[in-house]
């Protein structure tokens, strides 16, 4: 086992577009490291450079205490588990699992001991006679981790593992992945475009966007404390909400009229313009319920028009449209883009109490919890109200673009 250091890589293709652009992640012994962003980010290049399949165009490849840059990848002494599993059809589970110890000459006692310790962690004891072609894509994936294991390799590389499974099968392999990962507290790199993958799974994440590390950091601070629009907008679903807003003193203008908000984070703010406001779904309750549960301040209230009310029974989405100015529509449409998502249409998107009795086509009391807001730039994207202390590590180079 080993810890993993990339110090400001570089990967420029034949064409001189760099794909991965000056990104530094220090992955610790052990770390289950998430690499996550939309297609064409930069994550599979990334992993390929670790793993030792593509050139390092400049920057410093470390795992333990070596340089690796320039090893080669059977020397680099990782293991790497594919999209497709890559399992031989003509070979048993057993001999597949085998694979790498046959190749190293390993004599039969051995193998056998490795294959049978890696087949009982991963639970196919019972399958290891049979063909890859009869076992249900979870099967599958467990042999090609059992490749990996009896390698004893000091990292695995995981690149969207779960793509081309089923959304039940996917949510069980995650469980699986987690679980077996933590048992073997093997160091791992694991790549997806999938944000809740990279919620659930990583110790860490790295997102990344166009080669750039936005934001290195655990879940709960990207959640909590996105250092950009960028990022606000990646983590979360169903995603956080940008209204246009302007601060003066403690008050923050909204579409829907003022909300106070604590006086250090409005101090960053003021003063600044027009501005975007980020409010999570869940930051919002129905005005009602939030003053019986205790928790709603008077300053904190407004009245808006619901068009669309979904009941799904322990809670109640709300749609709320709103006008936003050319400044800030144009900056979401942008991120929009950049997100691969579906429009994020300047209409705001609440959560609240499944118990709420709000009804479509009424002005309804909302309450929001305004010390959760976050104010970003909108030329630059950065998060003016950023937690630095709880916020991982965002590069400078992150937030302009
Ligand atoms: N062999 C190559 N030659 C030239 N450009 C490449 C090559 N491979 C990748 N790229 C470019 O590098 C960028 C990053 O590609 P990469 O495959 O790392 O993205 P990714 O984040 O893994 O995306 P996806 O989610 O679609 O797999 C893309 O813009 C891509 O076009
Ligand atoms: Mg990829």
Known sequence: MASINIQNLVKKYGDGFPAVNNV?????????????????CGKSTLLRMIVGLEDITS????????????????????????????????????????????????????VDRLVRDASSTLELDEHLERKPGNLSGGQRQRVAMGRAIVRQADAFLFDEPLSNLDAKLRGQM?????RL??????????VTHDQT???????????????????LATPRELYDNPGNLFVAGFIGSPPMNFLPAEVTGNKVKLPFGEVEIPAEKAARAEGRGLLIA????????????AESKGVATGTATFSANVDVVEWLGNETYAYIPFEAPPEVTKQLAQLEKELDSEALRTQLVVSLDGSSRITAGTEAEIWVDSAKMHLFDPATGENLTVDNEHAGHIPREAATV
Not at 24 to 39: K, T
Not at 202 to 215: E, F, S, T
Not at 278 to 289: N, S, T
Request: no cysteine.
């Open 278 to 289: 980020g409010i999570r779904p869940e930051a919002f309750e129905d005005a009602k319920l």
């Open 24 to 40: 530094s992640i220090d992955i610790a012994d052990g770390e289950f490291m998430i690499l996550v962003g939309p297609s064409g």
């Open 59 to 110: 920057g410093e490849l470390t795992i333990g205490e070596r340089r690796v840059n320039d090893l080669a990848p059977r020397d680099r002494n990782l293991a790497m588990v594919f999209q497709n599993y890559a399992l031989y059809p003509h070979l048993t589970v057993y001999e597949n699992i085998a694979f790498p110890l046959r190749l190293a000459k390993l004599d039969n006692a051995e």
């Open 181 to 190: 990962q933590k048992r073997l507290g093997i160091t791992t790199v694991y």
């Open 197 to 215: 993958e990279a919620m659930t799974l990583g110790d860490r994440v790295a997102v990344l966007k166009r080669g750039l590390l936005q934001q």
């Open 174 to 178: 995650r469980t699986e992945i987690a």
